[in-house]
């Protein structure tokens, strides 16, 4: 059984750029949900997908997006990329969107400079 | 809205010492209590959780929590520690009808030989 994997493992982007970080969920799960955890802190819920529709979502702004599609893999991407947008992003899949036990991936590790 | 406090931001302790790391959380609602893990560049792992029945919890590899409903309070101990165990901890809270995980900022402990 694979388990949750990310990519890229570390990126540095510009001030002003977009990222696109992306996440294959465990094998069977059809819920992934996406944190950032900037340093030093726990990780905040930015928001959750479910068979491919966006069903919940934490104070994030709008220039967070994500897809996820019909595998159930799942893209988070960033727009105009702020300083305090670097932080590592977990990516956390689950069986069901009513399943607690998630299951998270090592992170993305974004840097802003 | 939900919270969750993790009153030691570092935990140093000695080898085969015991430990205990606090957290406490506030919710208006029933909630699922959760201990993750994470070991350096790793993502976070499931140490153990609370769901109903026993307020006791225990893992596999020694750690226990124990839910106080009066006290809000869900700390994690060990009775003898390992220099394995030096990781984050962070104590987490997810209400039963929702979807949206909190986390505390994490307690690093620390282990020394």
């Known amino acids: 059984e694979t388990g949750v994997t990310q990519s890229p493992t570390h990126l540095i982007k510009t001030r002003g750029q977009q990222v696109t970080l992306r996440c294959s969920s465990q094998s069977g799960h059809n819920t992934v949900s996406w944190y950032q955890q900037a340093l030093g802190q726990g990780p905040q819920f930015i928001f959750q997908y479910y068979r491919e529709e966006e069903n919940g979502r934490g104070n994030f702004p709008p220039r967070f997006s994500g897809l996820q599609f019909p595998n159930y893999s799942s893209e988070l991407n960033v727009n105009a990329l702020e300083l305090d947008d670097s932080a590592l992003y977990l990516c956390?899949?689950?069986?069901?969107?009513?399943?607690?036990?998630?299951?998270f991936g090592p992170g993305t590790r974004l840097t802003v400079t | 809205a939900q919270s969750v406090t993790q009153l030691d931001s570092q935990v140093p302790v000695f080898e085969e010492a015991p430990v205990e790391l606090r957290c406490n959380y506030s919710s208006s609602v029933s909630v699922y209590l959760f201990w993750y893990v994470q070991y350096p560049n790793q993502g976070l792992q499931l140490l153990l959780k609370y769901l109903s029945g026993s307020t006791l919890v225990k893992s596999i590899n020694g750690f226990e929590a124990e839910f106080n409903k009066s006290q809000t309070s869900f700390h994690l101990r060990k009775p003898s520690v390992h220099i394995s165990d030096t990781a984050e901890y962070f104590c987490a809270v997810r209400d039963t009808g929702g979807f949206k995980t909190i986390f505390g900022a994490g307690t690093r402990l620390f282990v020394k030989a």
């Open positions: 956390a899949s689950s069986l069901d969107q009513g399943n607690y036990e998630q299951y």
